[in-house]
């Protein structure tokens, strides 16, 4: 188990929180202040940013809930880590990996996203 593990967990606890201040309070827990996250589809910055375009996810993804897959690799201040996206307790209807860099404080300075798969369309 990687000394990172309870970042992740946090960080895709924020992705599946439905309850906006809970969300909100687990972002400023997560991501350093000026934050920023960038995918192929979303981009954002700073804890409202951050907040907006993981609200537009759930709005766009309904139902659906984020896991991770496997362990994460580490070294120095970056992270690698891969994530499920899917019905609980059903297969995945897409997966990814994220790249991240570790603020000194501990949480989040940046993430990056990539999609391994999802639906055509």
Same mark, same amino acid.
């Given at each position: 188990m990687s000394e990172h593990s309870p970042l992740i967990? %946090?960080?895709?606890?924020?992705w599946n929180e439905a309850d906006a201040a809970r969300r909100q309070a687990l972002i400023a827990?997560? /991501?350093?202040?000026g934050a920023t996250y960038c995918d192929?589809?979303?981009q954002g910055e700073g804890h409202a940013g951050i907040a907006a375009l993981i609200a537009a996810a759930q709005g766009h993804f309904p139902g659906? %809930? /984020?896991? %991770?897959?496997?362990?994460a690799d580490a070294h120095h201040d970056r992270l %690698? /880590?891969?994530?499920?996206?899917?019905?609980?307790?059903?297969?995945?209807v897409a997966?990814?990996?994220?790249?991240?860099v570790v603020a000194?404080?501990?949480r989040l300075a940046a993430v990056t996203g990539f999609i391994d798969f999802a639906p055509k369309g």
């Open positions: 967990d %946090r960080y895709i606890a924020c827990e997560t /991501f350093a202040e192929p589809m979303l659906l %809930r /984020f896991s %991770r897959r496997g362990e %690698r /880590f891969s994530w499920d996206l899917g019905p609980t307790g059903a297969a995945p997966g990814g990996t994220d790249m991240a000194p404080d501990g």
